[in-house]
C-alpha cells in the first residue's frame, strides 16, 4: 500500500539536497537511534516535543509517521507533546489537509481531537494537544525530539526517554493573523517533510 496519491506525488518531488551540512549534523542522532532500534529489530518510539504540543511536534509527528511508511520501516510508533497542553492550531490542520492527508475532526471545543490518515488501509495518527508525559504517551524506551528552542531549554530531562534529541524549527506562529499565514505554514510543513524523508531514506534494511 502506498501513501494518497497527492502525499506520494509531493514526496516523490522533495530534493533532499536543499538540507545545508550542518542540518544534517543536527538531524544525525534521530537517524541514529532508528538505524540502532532498526538492526535490532526493536520498536521505534519517537515522542515530538515543543512547548504547548499546537503546531511544530505536531507536523513532526505526523510526516516522521508518514515517511516511516513510505520507505516501509515497520514498528515505528510516532508521538507529540508539549511542557503544557493548549490545542492543535487549526492552521495545522488546514495545512495537513491541503496537502494531501485525510483530516476528520473527532471532537470539538478547546482541545479538538483529529484524525489524520496517510493512507487508506493505515491506522489514523489521533492528533491533539497534550502534555509529554500524557497517558497517550510512551512511559519508556523513546527518543524525544525537541522541537521548539523553549521546549529544550524546559526540559533537560525528558523522564523515560532513552535518547533526547534537539532538532528545532521556526515557529510559524509568528505569522498568525497576517497575509502569510498559509505560505508559512506550508513552507514549515515542507521544510519537516524534506527532513523526516532525509532521515528515513538513510535507514538501512
Given at each position: 500500500m502506498k501513501t494518497f496519491t497527492n502525499l506520494e506525488n509531493l514526496i516523490s518531488s522533495i530534493?533532499?539536497?536543499s538540507i545545508s551540512e550542518d542540518r544534517k549534523q543536527t538531524l544525525r542522532p534521530l537517524l541514529d537511534f532508528i538505524?540502532?532500534?532498526k538492526s535490532n529489530n526493536q520498536e521505534i518510539r519517537l515522542n515530538f516535543i515543543c512547548t504547548h504540543n499546537s503546531r511544530r511536534s505536531h507536523l513532526a509527528q505526523i510526516w516522521a509517521q508518514t515517511m516511516a511508511f513510505h520507505f516501509g520501516i515497520e514498528k515505528v510508533f510516532c508521538y507529540s507533546g508539549g511542557t503544557e497542553a493548549t490545542a492543535l492550531f487549526s492552521?495545522?490542520?488546514k495545512t495537513l489537509k491541503n496537502t494531501g492527508f485525510d483530516v476528520q475532526?473527532?471532537?470539538e471545543g478547546n482541545n479538538p481531537v483529529y484524525s489524520i490518515k496517510y493512507s487508506e488501509n493505515e491506522?489514523?495518527?489521533i492528533g491533539f494537544s497534550k502534555k509529554l508525559d500524557d497517558d497517550f504517551n510512551p512511559k519508556s524506551e523513546f527518543c524525544a525530539i525537541m522541537t521548539c528552542d523553549s521546549a529544550n531549554e524546559a526540559?533537560?530531562?525528558v523522564p523515560g526517554a532513552t535518547k533526547r534529541v534537539p532538532i528545532t524549527f521556526e515557529d510559524p506562529k509568528a505569522f498568525d493573523n497576517t497575509p502569510q499565514q498559509a505560505q508559512k505554514y506550508q513552507e514549515r510543513s515542507l521544510q519537516i517533510a524534506t527532513e523526516?524523508?532525509?532521515v528515513f531514506s538513510k535507514i538501512q534494511s
Open positions: 530534493d533532499t539536497n538505524q540502532e532500534k492552521m495545522v490542520a475532526t473527532l471532537s491506522h489514523p495518527v526540559c533537560p530531562f523526516m524523508l532525509f
